[in-house]
């Protein structure tokens, strides 16, 4: 197990220098983002399984855009998205009023930490108030992960409409999202869901499939776990018990998915 680890530190960190921030100069460059000292250690630990860089650039992320992030909760990509997008761009944060399990307090920490930052925060409650900003006004909307906790499916299809009419005509939508196996039977509690269902929902409120990504594929990942998503790291909610099994998986077997608001004729 401990030879496990060592591997993937060395991997996760193989030709990644982490960059100070002097004089509180924020990141020029994707690049620059990934590596400086914005993020913290703990998160770059990540990388190997989240792949920032190719995901971002597969969605076409500039830092000239304004970007909504939907429910970024602790903040692992707000790290990279605030710092990137603080000169040129701007940084949305979309997410409920109200946190009562406290899962935005590390973010909301960082920002406190890095007063040079700048973000929007607007509401976004799937089944309830949504207020993304006037129409047609961001470049990209983001959401990592997220799409499971927001069923019943009348609940998603709502948000998927919403995010249209904030997109400008042309603007994309970045979905990264825990893949479920085809091939058994689907549970809508397992943190998992079936790409055709999400690609199904997301086209219906007028988004075009622009492209599929592997990179955040995992072929380790059967998604077939007492505790769903949940039994693989970082969660490990089964403790002990067979631990060393879902960390050979690792994290979750995942679609990458770029959706475009068609352009107006």
Known sequence: MKLFITTLLLFSFSGCTTQKNVGNKT????????TSSYRSTQNMFRDNYRHPHETLEFFGLKP?????????SRGWYTEILAPYLNEK????????????????????????????IKSKTVV????GKIALGPDNSVDLVLTFRNIHNWLPQKNIEEAFKQIFKVLKPGGVLGVVEHRANPKIKFDPKSGYM???????????AGFRLQGKNEVNANPKDKANHPHGVWSLPPSLKGGETDKEKYMAIGESDRMTLKFVKPATK
């Open 27 to 34: 990141p020029q460059t994707l690049q620059e983002a990934l």
């Open 194 to 204: 079936l790409e055709k269902d999400v690609i199904k929902m997301i086209e219906k």
């Open 124 to 127: 976004f409650t799937p089944g």
């Open 89 to 116: 761009g701007e940084y949305i944060i979309a997410e409920p009023a109200e946190d009562p399990r406290g899962y935005t307090i590390p973010r909301k920490e960082w920002f406190n930490k890095h007063p040079e």
């Open 64 to 72: 000239e855009m304004s970007v909504i992030e939907l429910t970024p």
